[in-house]
């Protein structure tokens, strides 16, 4: 298994957040394209929803992407959203993920995030891994990989 990548990240929360305080416990991190745009927000809110069920298994939930703080807190405020969301603007963790990847759209390419999900163990490494993800019941889908650790 492959471990998570070094990386120090500021956080929705006010802390900065590093590999070292992940361990010990499972986590979830999710990445996604950018703030409150429709398939973000429900991927978001779904995790959102689930929270409690994440929380009753010992596990944490991080969205990442690479939008500021600024835009995180506003996504947050407006869609309630109760765990915290990572900024890497410098995409240093997601390309580190192997997700900041070369997209297309209406025949133009451009880089972007591709959204991924990331389980990662008490020891660090990475459990499980979703590459072009789709948003309809994805997290519920995470859940049950969780419920298996």
Known sequence: MAKLPDFSLAGSDG???TRADLAGRPAVIYLYPKDMTSGCTREACDFRDR??????????????????LASHQKFIAKESLN??????PEKKLID????WVEKSMYGRSYMGVERSTFLIDAKGAI???????????HAEAVLAAVRLL
């Open 83 to 88: 765990f915290v969301l990572l900024a890497d």
């Open 127 to 137: 459990a499980q891994e979703w590459r072009k993800v789709k948003v309809p019941d």
């Open 96 to 99: 580190g993920l192997g997700a």
């Open 15 to 17: 802390r900065t957040w």
């Open 51 to 68: 929270q409690a069920a994440f929380g009753k298994l010992g596990v944490r939930v991080f969205g990442l992407s690479p939008d500021s």
